[in-house]
């Protein structure tokens, strides 16, 4: 599992560039080859020149392992992890914080980082679906077709478990507001911004809103 994780950084490498993905490729290809002092030496060049890669500090672990020193690589991975948070948009490589907790629940062999690791994937996982969701949601917005958009605005906010930025919760209003679905509009229009109201409102001129157990009422006639 692991040698098909480093492969796959290997060939995600770009093969246009000229320094940091050629230095990631050539450590990570003599690292496969048990070249481990020429993989040192570049490991020295990315320290240098990129000491916050993602890409080099796993290499680092993985020489370490390599060498037996698994003592230091038990370190460098609990430095790797408090370095930098997964979830933050600072962060250039979620998948890399992934192998990093595969690697160390081999190292260390613990339930717990094992459930770490499943919810760390699985974490990814929602991720990428909610961006092919919002995908699908402003294509069929793009199309006028309200309908299939609801379907994906559903599927979005089941994995986000009702948690919405201000942006897709504005696009998921206006899809369900077009379906007349009154209930679901109500639940999105209370995690709306007051700008965000006042934006609707002005857009919509005939749509009037009310608060209490029904939640969003919609003063307009079906055509």
Same mark, same amino acid.
């Given at each position: 599992?692991?040698?098909i994780?480093?492969?796959l950084?290997? $060939?995600?490498?770009?093969a246009? /560039?000229?320094? *940091?993905?050629?230095l &990631?490729?050539s450590?990570?290809?003599?690292? #496969?080859?048990? =070249?481990?002092?020429?993989?040192?030496?570049?490991?020295?060049?990315?320290?240098?020149?990129?000491?916050?890669?993602?890409?080099?500090? $796993?290499?680092? !672990?993985?020489?370490?392992?390599?060498?037996?020193?698994?003592?230091?690589?038990?370190?460098? $991975?609990?430095? *790797? #992890?408090?370095?930098?948070? !997964?979830?933050?948009?600072?962060?250039?490589?979620? #998948?890399v914080? +992934?192998?990093? =907790?595969l +690697?160390k629940c081999?190292l260390?062999? *613990?339930?717990?980082?094992?459930r *770490? /690791?499943?919810?760390?994937?699985?974490?990814?996982?929602?991720?990428?679906?909610r961006?092919?969701y919002?995908?699908?949601?402003?294509i069929y +917005?793009?199309?006028?077709?309200?309908?299939?958009?609801?379907r994906a605005?559903d /599927?979005?906010?089941?994995?986000?478990?009702?948690?919405l930025?201000?942006?897709i919760?504005?696009?998921c209003?206006? &899809?369900?507001?077009?379906?007349?679905r009154?209930?679901?509009?109500?639940? !999105?229009?209370?995690?709306?911004?007051f700008?965000?109201?006042v934006?609707?409102?002005?857009?919509?001129?005939?749509?009037e809103?009310e608060?209490?157990?029904g939640?969003?009422?919609? #003063?307009?006639?079906?055509?």
């Amino acid at each position: 599992m692991i040698t098909i994780l480093i492969l796959l950084i290997i $060939l995600n490498s770009s093969a246009d /560039a000229e320094t *940091f993905d050629d230095l &990631v490729r050539s450590g990570y290809t003599a690292y #496969s080859v048990d =070249q481990i002092e020429e993989a040192r030496e570049i490991l020295e060049a990315l320290e240098m020149e990129y000491p916050d890669s993602h890409s080099g500090k $796993l290499l680092q !672990i993985l020489v370490e392992i390599k060498e037996g020193n698994n003592t230091k690589a038990e370190r460098l $991975l609990i430095e *790797f #992890s408090n370095s930098c948070n !997964i979830n933050s948009s600072s962060c250039d490589s979620p #998948s890399v914080h +992934i192998i990093a =907790q595969l +690697i160390k629940c081999r190292l260390l062999n *613990f339930e717990s980082d094992f459930r *770490f /690791a499943d919810k760390m994937i699985k974490e990814q996982f929602n991720n990428l679906y909610r961006d092919c969701y919002e995908s699908q949601i402003d294509i069929y +917005i793009n199309n006028n077709d309200p309908e299939r958009a609801s379907r994906a605005c559903d /599927a979005y906010i089941s994995l986000s478990k009702g948690n919405l930025g201000q942006g897709i919760a504005m696009k998921c209003f206006v &899809v369900y507001h077009a379906c007349f679905r009154n209930e679901d509009a109500g639940r !999105i229009w209370r995690q709306l911004s007051f700008d965000n109201k006042v934006l609707l409102k002005e857009k919509y001129d005939g749509v009037e809103t009310e608060y209490g157990q029904g939640g969003y009422v919609c #003063s307009r006639q079906e055509d």
